[in-house]
């Protein structure tokens, strides 16, 4: 049995999570697309946690309530702030057409209507914007990080049998340089593969 997985940019974290989720015996072939992988990031400290059936101390009961006080308030005044802003620019019929034009692809005029409009349906669902803040802060925060980082996610990946990784990369991208995402491959001795002229 054989799967073939692909990431792009801040997603690859997931497919490299969904690799090691597989049946060891699985072969994977895995391409990661301009990797947004050991970026710099705040590091938060996991073991702040209470430990299960430990009861709390009362400054863990404050703590704890100024938490979910702050969560809420990141809430009201945050997200819901940032989700409505999000949800009207993303919702402009020339956003994604600009966009692609200007940063994502290399060469303006292989941009149509048509990629416009694939890029614009999954952003008029309801709730995508919610799911885009969440993943931001989670990366920018180390929430829910891999033991060990990037780094040691993209190792563990490498040290499954039948396990195939390459990166590939636009020679334009404005957002993941090319030279961050060959960095990887000739860290780990992957297969880098370049896209000139393209973002």
Known sequence: KSVALFGHSMGCTTTLRMAL??????RKFIVLVAPALMLPSKTVN???????????HPRGRVRSFVDRLLAAGRQIFVDAPFGYFLRRVVGKPNFWITSLQSVVWGNPSDVSDADGLRFQWPAIGRGWETGLLAFTRSRL??????????AA????????????????AGGSDKIIPPR???????RFFLRFVPLPGRG
């Open 21 to 26: 989720e597989l049946p060891r015996n699985t």
């Open 46 to 56: 996991a073991n702040t946690a209470a430990s299960k059936g430990t009861p709390m």
């Open 141 to 150: 925060f180390n929430i829910d990080a891999y033991a060990g980082g990037d």
């Open 153 to 168: 996610l993209l190792s563990d990946v490498l040290d499954l049998p039948d396990t195939k990784v390459i990166v590939v």
């Open 180 to 186: 961050a995402s060959r960095g990887i491959a000739e």
